[in-house]
């Protein structure tokens, strides 16, 4: 019998293995779960697909694997401390997977913040990183949101109550700052630290925010290509910009992955924006099997992994 590590007793080692052990185990558990819950939904999203263009679904399933890597790059944008960069990758495609299990982006949160922690940043600097990408994201989506509605004038009509709501939350934002008191507003000014910091560093600003662009706008490229392959009579600029718009509104409710939300939103948008009924919700079907179901139980494997060999 193999002997163990100077130092190490056997009681020790199980203390370390048991826990890894059972997280691999609750993990697995939970994806046969998850896949059993929404069967249904697999089962008719892959029906679907199985008669539409496969060369647009290649386009679809390029752009998902792309979307690990953006996100990879504007997390290392967020941080001024190389990281390794196949451990990185690896840690957003598992941070994608734990984000359809737990709400609000809480999986994915836990999971980068494991990571960078991991890497040897300390916790309330890695906790500023995920502020710092989170906002990057939200203002990139803004941004092209922005672009496409110019492109594409009269889709999206924002009521002078919205727009006035807007300004009212934006001052409102200002003025807690102002008045917050000392913990949380010394939070914020180490984000706004590390945004300094981050932005002192060219590589990592265009990291941070080409990276976080490109992820919202591949996103978008998976709904077009799946629109396409489905032949939905609309432009794709107008298909990408209904899904921005239906992601943006899908953040506020709490559900895992915008599971529910999402789904319910894009489906709308799409048919706001003059697609039939039946081929919105093929098209929401179809960007959910290449983005959420087809990667889930992979991604939960490479998560129960990377916790396995201490990545995270």
């Not at 889709?155 to 409102?172: I, K």
């Not at 953040?251 to 709308?268: E, F, K, N, Q, S």
């Not at 039939?276 to 992994?305: C, D, E, H, I, K």
């Amino acid at each position: 019998m193999a002997s163990l590590p100077p130092g190490i007793t056997g009681a020790a080692l199980n203390r370390r293995v048991l826990p890894h052990t059972a997280l691999t185990l609750a993990v697995l558990a939970g994806a046969v779960y998850l896949a059993r819950r929404h069967w249904p939904v697999i089962e008719t999203g892959t029906d679907r697909l199985a008669v539409a263009d496969h060369g647009w679904l290649l386009v679809a399933a390029v752009a998902t694997a792309g979307t690990w890597v953006c996100s990879a790059l504007a997390q290392q944008g967020a941080v001024t401390r190389p990281l390794p960069a196949g451990r990185l990758v690896a840690a957003q495609f598992a941070a994608s997977a734990a984000n359809h299990v737990l709400p609000a982006g809480l999986g994915a949160g836990a999971v980068n913040l494991r990571f960078l922690t991991r890497c040897g940043l300390p916790v309330a600097r890695s906790a500023t990183a995920l502020g710092v990408k989170a906002t990057a994201g939200a203002v990139a989506r803004a941004f092209l949101i922005a672009v496409l509605a110019s492109a594409c004038p009269g889709v999206l009509r924002a009521p002078d109550a919205s727009v006035t709501a807007v300004v009212v939350s934006g001052a409102l934002a200002v003025t807690a700052l102002v008045f917050l008191p000392g913990p949380p507003r010394r939070a914020v000014r180490a984000v706004l630290a590390d945004v300094r910091a981050v932005h002192a560093i060219p590589a990592r600003a265009a990291a941070l925010w080409g990276g976080s662009l490109a992820f919202a706008a591949l996103h978008a490229t998976v709904v077009v290509a799946v629109a396409q392959s489905l032949g939905l009579p609309l432009s794709p600029a107008r298909v990408a910009l209904a899904y921005l718009a239906a992601s943006s509104a899908a953040v506020l409710l709490p559900t895992p992955g915008g599971i529910g939300a999402l789904d319910a939103a894009l489906a709308l948008a799409l048919t706001v924006t003059g697609a039939p009924g039946g081929a919105a919700a093929s098209v929401v079907l179809g960007y959910r099997l290449l983005t959420v179901w087809l990667p889930l139980v992979p991604g939960l494997v490479v998560l129960a992994v990377l916790a396995r060999r201490r990545v995270l």
